[in-house]
């Protein structure tokens, strides 16, 4: 039996989800070795991923599927264990034939969603996507496509209904939808409503999810769970392409693989859940008016992250700092056009109070929340509390 691996952050709702025995494969053709069509995963006595698409029966296809999965590498060079991988949906979109595939790939604790596509009668991996949080893709109930069309989404047996981005419920084949108007750089909700199961006894009316644009290159996933609706608030206003740039918050922390950097592997940073704002005050710079200055923060695989943003008062384009991992003082650079600036932001107490270098000027000075020009040289700050000092350095590149 395949072994069971649960997201955290929807572990209550998978507590009875039963994997079958891998050996139950839906198409009587399959050749020992081909990927299995469908996934063998239950929810109850539903079938969460079952064989779907109109080639989801032809073995010819699931042989040649298997060959173009088994020949694609990671970013870091692993590969696929096919045994507890699976076809999703087989069939053609677009006039053109399309498998998604959820892939195991276990040096990494990920998962990936591979889509394979057809040129010639050959197929080949030409798109692939990162599930950064350890355990099953499948464990999702919508999964995003990129089709010619535009943004479609897969969805899992579970889902009774799923409101696209409009508020409108998107038709479906097979539990692929019909195309999607998802902005290239602006993140977007969508809606499902889960069916009562064994799992969820009362179902959900809305489990919200924030698709963070086209714009989003692979292997970057671009779903996260937004289970309050603070991530759509979070983002309002906001240019996820540059989130989603090396130095944008969601893109800033390399993924660290053994002793190095992985820059072709999703970010440490790239957010999985959780995404909220919340002011920090408002910063006026050479007697101009003042801007808000918000901080964000998100979970991911590798924790809690925050990153700060900076709206002016003139409506012009907002200024994110990158990512920092979430600590007892947090430091964060952030350039804006003219005074780049240094924002040190922690939870104040009676017994909390910062250090900065001498003579540095504070334009913003309150509890929690002291802001300085950025240093032309790496110079050292530090909170000190009843129990502990906390060190970060600034400045310099």
């Not at 644009?213 to 671009?222: E, W």
């Not at 893109?251 to 072709?264: K, V």
């Not at 991992?325 to 240094?342: D, F």
Request: charged content about 20%; aromatic content about 4%.
């Amino acid at each position: 039996m395949a072994p069971v691996r649960r997201r955290g952050i929807t572990a209550t709702a998978l507590l009875t989800l039963l994997l079958t025995a891998t050996a139950c494969g839906p198409v009587a053709d399959r050749q020992p070795g081909d990927l299995r069509v469908g996934y063998d995963s239950l929810d109850g006595d539903l079938a969460v991923w079952p064989p779907r698409g109109a080639l989801a029966g032809d073995a010819t296809v699931t042989a040649a599927v298997t060959g173009a999965v088994r020949d694609w590498r990671s970013p870091a060079e692993d590969r696929v264990h096919l045994p507890t991988s699976g076809i999703l949906w087989s069939g053609e979109v677009d006039g053109a034939p399309l498998v998604l595939v959820a892939a195991d790939v276990p040096g990494e604790s990920a998962s990936w969603l591979l889509q394979v596509t057809a040129d010639g009668g050959r197929y080949a991996v030409t798109r692939a996507a990162e599930y950064t949080d350890p355990g099953y893709l499948v464990y999702s109930d919508v999964l995003p496509v990129h089709t010619v069309a535009g943004r479609r989404y897969l969805t899992s047996s579970r889902v009774e209904r799923l409101l696209g981005p409009d508020g409108r419920a998107l038709r479906n084949v097979d539990g692929l939808t019909e195309p999607v108007d998802v902005p290239a750089c602006r993140a977007v909700g969508v809606t499902a409503t889960l069916k009562a199961t064994e799992s969820l006894p009362r179902g959900r009316s809305a489990d919200r999810l924030l698709d963070l644009g086209t714009g989003t290159t692979d292997p970057r996933y671009p779903l996260v769970r937004d289970e309050s609706g603070s991530g759509k608030r979070a983002l309002k206003g906001l240019d996820t392409c540059v989130l989603a740039g090396e130095e944008g918050p969601f893109g800033s922390i390399p993924r660290r693989i053994g002793d190095r950097d992985a820059p072709r592997s999703t970010p440490s940073s790239w957010p999985m859940s959780k995404l909220a704002v919340r002011t920090l005050g408002e910063v006026a710079l050479g007697g101009g008016e003042p801007a808000e200055l918000e901080q964000l923060s998100w979970e991911t695989a590798d924790g809690t992250m925050t990153a700060v943003v900076y709206r002016p008062s003139d409506g012009g384009p907002p200024v994110l700092s990158p990512a920092d991992r979430s600590s007892p003082l947090q430091a964060y650079a952030l350039p804006v056009p003219g005074q780049p600036l240094a924002v040190l932001s922690w939870r104040s107490t009676r017994d909390s109070s910062l250090s900065t270098p001498p003579e540095t000027p504070r334009l913003v000075d309150r509890p929690g929340l002291v802001v300085v020009p950025m240093p032309a040289r790496s110079e050292t700050f530090s909170l000190a509390s009843a129990e502990k000092t906390h060190y970060r350095s600034l400045g310099g590149r």
